[in-house]
């Protein structure tokens, strides 16, 4: 799809939105009244089928109370791994090679440890532009073995301060890295990052390859089985709509299941001997050891119910694709593979748009994310010298967006939940407020979230 393809004005918008084959799954999110909501990336809503999930956790704990941990349905004892299995097809693993534990930060800690300790040589390739407590964490294991995260971490610069040039990152490779530990999709201008070729380039000079998938699982469908990714962690709060905080995923290749997991605890112990209660450590032999304490199923449960509705995108999104009628997935794990096909055609259709409305009605905003859909994620930087005091302007007329440091307003159509009218309508508001200069009634930036 190209610029081309779109026009200009609300009808039009309206009639996507009538051909749009994961339309009807909006009804199924809480959306705050009078909002426009394009802050998924960051939190994305809650829907009736997590809660009613979380719901039905609750409802176990009340009638089983300890007894879920085996009565449960799935019992509580296995409720990551179960997890796990059904998240696999999104990242397009075994579902062996991915469980839900911990939050994306520990997980960083125990894989990057893990996988320094596995590796040859001493340095860690990260990028400029990363989330910060990725590099807090890498910096922080290199410390506990002693290494100068000074010397040792190698930090591949952006060219333009939006993006990540894969060459710059191959070119850092040398013969005394260990690993490579990379966003696949930078927080702040959405550039997705080419995991498969940087993996390639890896492993052909005997490098380990990590990612941190925060801001693609559950939008951008991912092959790292495939591709021979080592390790991957990500959150499930964005995407993945699973609530504040909740409970985040790991991913780790088959090849690695003899690795003894840098942070140990019970919850990663063999669960077949788990309970009898030996000191001494032995992981179970798959993704399922890097679970280190107890999981907090009431922050487990609503991913469940998030799960059901990439189930039934893979369901609808395949029946539109395909007159074909037995094109209905034959399992949950079929449904996933295809919900997330179907949910990246949509985002990348609602990105593309933005784009086109931001280059034809907004000339004092700049697109920072770029442009070649392949290498975008599923939100859009909009670039402009008052980006805070915009956001904030926006805000006051119910769009929700977030400011990103030091000129980027983060606009995110999530695909399960925004329309092609409601894109149309935010360029409106952002029109309003950048013409009529509208943020001029704002305080420049003090501190706090964003
Ligand atoms: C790329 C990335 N990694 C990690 C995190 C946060 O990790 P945690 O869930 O441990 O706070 C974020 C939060 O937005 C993120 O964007």
Redesign the pocket.
């Known amino acids: 799809m190209n610029a081309d393809d779109f026009e200009l004005g609300a009808d039009y918008a309206a009639e996507r939105d009538a051909g749009d084959p994961l339309a009807h799954l909006a009804d199924r999110f809480y959306d705050p009244d009078d909002e426009w909501y394009f802050d998924g ?2 939190l994305g809503l809650c829907s009736a089928d997590a809660e009613a999930a979380l719901d039905r956790a609750v409802a176990e704990w009340k009638d089983l109370a300890i007894r879920g941990w085996t009565d449960a349905d799935p019992p509580w004892f296995y409720y990551g791994e179960r997890l796990g299995d059904r998240l696999a097809p999104l990242v397009g693993a075994d579902e062996s090679e991915v469980v839900v534990a ?7 800690h125990t894989l990057v440890g893990t996988f320094y300790d596995r590796a040859e040589g001493t340095k860690i390739v990260v990028d400029e532009l ?2 910060p ?2 590099h807090y964490a890498v910096r922080a294991q290199l410390r506990q073995r002693g290494v100068d995260p000074d010397e040792a971490l190698t930090v591949v610069e952006s060219r333009d301060g939006r993006t990540v040039e894969t060459e710059d990152i191959i070119d850092a490779l040398d013969d005394d890295t260990a690993m490579v530990f990379l ?1 696949s ?3 702040r201008s959405g550039q997705l990052l080419d995991v498969a070729a940087i993996t390639e380039a890896a492993h052909e000079r005997g490098i380990l390859a990590g990612f ?4 693609s699982v559950g939008v951008v469908p991912h092959d790292l089985s495939r591709h021979g990714v080592d390790f991957a ?3 499930s ?2 995407y993945l709509n699973s609530g504040p ?1 909740a409970i ?1 995923g790991l991913y780790v290749n088959e090849d690695h299941f003899d690795a003894r997991p840098a942070l140990a605890g019970w919850w990663g112990h063999d669960k077949e001997t788990q309970f009898e209660m030996n000191p001494t450590y032995t992981p179970a032999d798959d993704a399922g050891a890097y679970q280190i304490g107890t999981i907090p199923i009431l922050s487990a449960a609503p991913l469940a119910g998030s799960l059901e509705i990439f189930e039934d995108a893979g369901e609808t999104g395949l029946a539109a694709a395909t007159d074909v009628a037995d094109a209905t997935p034959t399992d949950a794990a079929d449904a996933v593979a295809a919900g997330i096909e179907a949910v990246r055609v949509k985002s990348v259709a609602l990105t593309e748009y933005l784009v086109f409305l931001v280059d034809e009605r907004l000339p004092d905003c700049e697109v920072g994310t770029p442009r070649d859909p392949e290498r975008r994620g599923g939100h859009v930087a909009i670039e402009h010298p008052e980006a805070y005091r915009v956001g904030e302007a926006l805000k006051e007329r119910g769009v929700v967006v977030d400011f990103r440091p030091p000129n980027v307003v983060r606009v995110c159509p999530s695909p399960l939940y925004t329309s092609f009218e409601d894109v149309w309508e935010v360029v409106e508001q952002l029109k309003r407020v950048v013409e009529n200069e509208e943020y001029e009634e704002f305080e420049t930036r003090g501190g706090g979230v964003a």
Do not use: E
């Open positions: 990336n960051s911990n939050s994306t930060t520990v997980n960083i990363d989330f407590t990725d966003p999709v930078l927080y941190d998938l925060a801001h962690v990500w959150c709060y964005k905080g985040a």
